[in-house]
């Protein structure tokens, strides 16, 4: 069974910065892809970045992109998402998302679809 925790979340002002952690385990869990989304009370759940494990090839939606920065330790098996530049729409509950399959599918990784497993989220207030 495969289990991802989020930490990191908490309460910042507008401008400031956070630095979630999403620390996967699993005897035999290999990531393919780790991503972050995000999701706003009343809101669909948005794609907010995404990593391949190997390469290190990232993607991130033009909202989030030149502020955010997702990253990995290979060995702790744990994906990182450092927030810069804060700003009160980016207030949402943060969830990471894991795909262990390298088959293709019909979803790509900007869909939530695409993912296998998910953490239980972590609240990200920005005030204004």
């Known amino acids: 069974q495969v289990q991802l925790v989020e930490s990191g979340g908490g309460l910042v002002q507008a401008g400031g910065s956070l630095r979630l952690s999403c620390a996967a385990s699993?005897?035999?869990?290999?990531?393919?892809?780790m991503a972050w989304f995000r999701q706003a009370p009343g809101r669909e759940r948005e794609f907010v970045a995404a990593l391949r494990w190997r390469g290190r090839s990232t993607l991130y939606p033009d909202s989030v992109k030149g502020r955010f920065t997702i990253s990995r330790d290979n060995a702790k098996i744990t994906v990182y998402l450092q927030m810069n530049s804060l700003k009160p729409e980016d207030t949402a509950v943060y969830y990471c998302a894991a795909r262990d399959s390298t088959r293709p599918g019909p979803y790509g990784p900007e869909s939530s679809a695409y993912y296998d497993y998910w953490g239980q989220g972590t609240q990200v207030t920005v005030s204004s």
């Open positions: 699993g005897r035999t869990f290999s990531p393919y892809v």
